[in-house]
């Protein structure tokens, strides 16, 4: 059976290799990304965000099958927050009630291993009361004080956590939607490849990030995952952090988090 699913960011990394894999199987895709993709918006900026649902429901006929939120960005500028937290949340809620509509919805999102790493505790509380005006603000000053490097890691935090919360909801849960994430490790992908031509950089990466199992990931490895999370298969995990990291999270945190 065809599926029609929507996919952010899929014009390159893991949503391309998503992208890709999910049409080899024949489902519709339709790809959302700057550039190179069925809709083209840019999801740093509400106008934005509000186009890329728009014509993404116009494409689907109001309904959809599944919605993987890939899109964001890493580095020091805002746009991580704006376009890593309020743009994958606006993008998941804005297409909830197309996918309610649909027989086995399923919906997803990459969260990161950074997560779990230190983050600016105002940026996430900015998040989370859905204040990107004040969120914004706070990451502007972090940048300016040099702290800008916390907010790859606020955005991914804030994220899994309204993610954790929004997935039992009766909006999401209730309504037959399972909504889950992925939590890569480090990902060879375009984003990435400036860290690994510089080799203090990649140290730093290596200690951060530790991979014991079979290192550095190839994007279709995490693309792999979320296929899984969105497909039929998947109709009871809810809110789940799923960690593609090569045992990273389970290096850094040890086994007393349980």
């Known amino acids: 059976m065809t599926r ?3 996919v952010t960011g899929s014009a390159s990394g893991i949503g391309r290799a998503l992208a ?45 099958d599944a919605v993987v939120a890939c899109a964001g960005l890493s580095g020091v500028a805002v746009g991580t927050v ?10 998941l809620e804005g297409l909830r ?6 027989e086995r919805p399923r919906a997803a999102a990459v969260a990161s291993i950074s997560a779990t790493q230190p983050a600016d505790p105002e940026v996430v509380r900015a998040c ?19 702290q800008g490097r916390l907010l790859y890691p606020s955005s991914k935090s804030a994220l899994a956590r309204w993610l954790r919360a ?15 994430a992925v939590a890569p490790g480090v990902v060879l992908t375009p984003m990435s490849a400036p860290l690994f031509e510089d080799e203090t950089m990649r140290e730093v990466m290596d200690r951060a990030v530790p991979m014991p199992l079979n290192g550095y990931a190839e994007p279709e490895v995490v693309a792999g995952a979320l296929r899984w999370l969105v497909s039929p298969d998947n109709s009871h995990m809810a809110g789940q952090i799923v960690f593609v990291d090569g045992g990273a999270e389970a290096t850094l945190r040890g086994p007393d988090v349980y």
């Open 4 to 6: 029609t699913i929507a």
């Open 97 to 102: 009630p197309a996918l309610a509509r649909a």
């Open 20 to 64: 890709a894999s999910l049409r080899e199987r024949g489902d519709e895709v339709i790809g959302v990304d700057l550039q190179d993709a069925e809709v083209c918006a840019d999801l740093s900026a509400p106008e934005g965000r509000a186009r890329a649902v728009r014509e993404v429901l116009d494409r689907a006929g109001g309904a959809l």
């Open 166 to 180: 929004r997935a039992v909801s009766p909006e999401w849960a209730g309504c037959g939607i399972p909504l889950n």
């Open 128 to 146: 989370l009361d859905g204040d990107e005006p004040r969120a914004v603000a706070l990451a502007e000053r972090a940048v300016e004080r040099g």
């Open 82 to 91: 704006t376009v890593n937290f309020f743009g994958v949340t606006a993008i």
